[in-house]
């Protein structure tokens, strides 16, 4: 059985500095004041230790999307504060966002949202297209290719991948950046049972063998049971049953 | 830095090939038509700059309100004519006789001269006949001192005649030949080609009078002709050093005000006044640049809108792998501006290759493709991409990408 995180005291969170995240009583509400109001997020605080492999699990509709989603700098949230890597997120701009998703991110997501044109290797190196490539971003990609076991499909275009090989493609793409954390959103939702045992475990080894944090949205809980802990969320409060 | 962000454009903007080629396609259109206008239109207007540089400081002088085929000037209107104030200004002055009738009147002329029959209005104006003194004709560099062939008439009745008339292919204007003048279809006079004279190769050199002959052969013809026995001359053209058409309008003052009373007329203020056909012609090319830029931004719009509608999921990846919204707005837009500039390059071979054809039909250059059309083809081209990759680009570039990747 995972270990289950816990809703968090203020003074908890304050007091540890080995939390890559930190939320304090944070909220999501859609269409606010209005009949269709949705609380997505009810007033969530908990932290999560650096280095580990996190679920995030609970029903459609939970808030783990809206967790997410905000965690990984892609919404705001309408109250609260959310600390990535000491930076409390919830107070930047779209720009510094983005740099942060940049530098400190990777996601992997259930669709792997390859660029069809793109080979493996231009897909791994996608995050770096704005600001140039060099060649030792592209020893880089391809060391991440082999470390994922797709060194000689680097030149393949993603129809010519399998499914499992494809979500190889959007982990090394999520790694190319070297991030501190990996969001994966239903990493395994498209995979068979073994070619997603494969992926949880590439995840896994790259959890341990780099320090980095990894958190897994999945309703899967084969995929909790290899995670390190779980937060559990229902009706946008973090649960303990 | 931008390098690899143009690749990667390059590539995107072909994806949906046939929806670029449909794209390209249109914008080429706009922009042949418009560079087969724009190309007629410098070359119009060079020929005209040329036309109104090489006759700046010439006039033609005629009977003051008399039609040039019955106009009589004075025998001594070179000497009037230096009586100007501004005599000093004149370089040279050269009295003709224009013989009108002298091609209706030609036996067994066919329409292989490239004219019209004897008898037809085409004939007198296309096939124009003059007289003139060598050494006056010589002042100008005129026809007299362009033979190609042959020698310059010395004898009544003896003619020099334009190439073109030979290049046509007639059997009755043959050089060294003699053929019969006709007149008033009962007598008839020998006439004698003793020389051809080069006319250019533009298309301006029908304009040339094709025979040319001594002022007292041309009298002679005339007065027999004419209900009147003519003894003047029909025209007198003088040249002026002159600056500008401005300068020469003030000298066409001066002639003007001579006795007997002049009909002047300034060759190069008559031919820049054509420039208003020309000002017509820029605005209807204006229009139709218009209607290239709407709606080959529309394609390009249609196209990208199209393009991002269905790639919405992508730009929310690169989003979360932290592509800046500049970023993903530069890309869409040098999509765009790589449509609009292989549309406006394929248009200007296509605009050049109808010019080519057209030219190649008529022989003759009267077109020209200068460096600024190539120049405001490329800028149209930037223009369009730049104009119909607005839309799209702040579309792709505002995209929520959670909220795409949660509507999957």
Not at chain 1, 99 to 115: A, D, T
Request: hydrophobic share 45%.
């Amino acid at each position: 059985m995972v270990d289950r995180i816990h809703n968090s005291e203020k003074e908890e969170l304050d007091n540890s500095n080995n939390f890559i995240i930190k939320t304090y009583g944070l909220y999501k509400i859609y269409n606010e004041g209005e009949p269709s109001m949705v609380t997505a997020l009810n007033n969530v605080s908990f932290g999560i230790e650096t280095g580990k492999m996190i679920a995030i699990a609970g029903p459609s509709g939970s808030g783990k999307s809206s967790l997410l989603n905000i965690l990984g700098c892609m919404d705001s949230a309408s109250a609260g504060k959310a600390i990535l890597d000491g930076v409390d997120i919830t107070s930047l701009s779209e720009r510094e966002l983005s740099e942060i998703r940049k530098n400190k991110i990777g996601f992997i997501f259930q669709e792997f949202l390859l660029i069809p044109t793109l080979s493996a290797l231009e897909n791994v190196l996608l995050p770096l297209i704005p600001d140039g490539i060099s060649k030792a971003d592209r020893e880089k990609a391809m060391n991440i290719l082999e470390q994922v076991g797709l060194r000689d499909r680097a030149d393949h275009k993603p129809k010519e991948l399998s499914g499992g090989e494809k979500q190889r493609v959007t982990i090394a793409r999520a790694l190319i950046n070297s991030p501190t954390i990996i969001f994966a959103d239903e990493p395994t939702g498209n995979l068979d049972t073994k070619t997603g045992d494969e992926i949880l475990a590439i995840l896994r080894e790259l959890n341990q063998n780099t320090g980095v944090t990894v958190v897994v949205v999945s309703h899967d809980p084969l995929v909790w049971e290899k995670t390190d802990l779980l937060l559990h969320l229902i009706d946008g409060q973090i649960s303990y049953a | 830095m931008v390098f690899q962000t143009i690749r990667f454009a390059l590539k995107n903007a072909f994806r949906k090939k046939l929806v670029a080629a449909l794209s390209i396609t249109g914008i080429a259109i706009g922009i042949a038509l418009m560079v087969a206008l724009s190309s007629a239109s410098a070359g119009f207007d060079n020929i005209l700059g040329e036309t109104v540089a090489a006759t700046v400081g010439d006039v033609e002088i005629t009977e003051y309100n008399t039609m040039i085929t019955l106009s009589q000037l004075p025998t001594n209107i070179s000497d009037i004519i230096k009586t100007i104030e501004s005599s000093d200004k004149i370089l040279a002055v050269c009295a003709e006789v224009v013989v009108s009738n002298f091609v209706q009147f030609a036996d067994n002329v066919t329409i292989q001269v490239g004219m019209a029959p004897p008898g037809s209005g085409m004939s007198v104006m296309a096939l124009g006949a003059r007289g003139v003194n060598l050494d006056e004709d010589a002042l100008f560099e005129g026809l007299t001192t362009k033979l190609t062939e042959g020698r310059i008439f010395e004898n009544d009745f003896e003619i020099i005649i334009a190439d073109y008339i030979l290049e046509a292919g007639s059997e009755v204007f043959e050089f060294g030949k003699s053929f019969d003048l006709m007149i008033n279809y009962t007598y008839t006079v020998p006439i004698k080609i003793v020389g051809v004279f080069d006319t250019g190769e533009d298309m301006t050199r029908v304009l040339e009078p094709s025979f040319i002959m001594s002022v007292n052969t041309s009298l002679q013809i005339n007065s027999m002709t004419l209900p009147f026995e003519q003894t003047g001359y029909n025209v007198a053209k003088v040249r002026f050093d002159s600056e500008s058409v401005e300068e020469t309008k003030s000298y066409v003052e001066e002639l003007e005000a001579l006795e007997p009373k002049l009909d002047v007329t300034s060759l190069g203020a008559e031919i820049e006044g054509m420039g208003d056909i020309m000002a017509n012609f820029q605005t209807f090319q204006t229009i139709l640049t218009v209607i290239v830029i709407v709606a080959g931004g529309m394609a390009i719009v249609v196209a990208q809108l199209m393009g991002v509608s269905e790639r919405m999921k992508e730009f929310a990846i690169m989003k979360a792998t932290g592509w800046k919204n500049s970023s993903i707005f530069l890309d869409i837009i040098l999509e765009s501006i790589t449509i609009g500039i292989l549309g406006a390059l394929v248009g200007f071979g296509l605009g050049a290759g109808l010019i080519f054809i057209v030219q190649l039909g008529a022989g003759q250059t009267f077109v020209t493709i200068t460096w600024q059309i190539v120049l405001k083809v490329l800028a149209y081209g930037l223009g369009l991409g730049l104009a119909g990759g607005l839309i799209p680009g702040i579309r792709a570039a505002n995209i929520k990408p959670m909220e795409v990747l949660r509507a999957t």
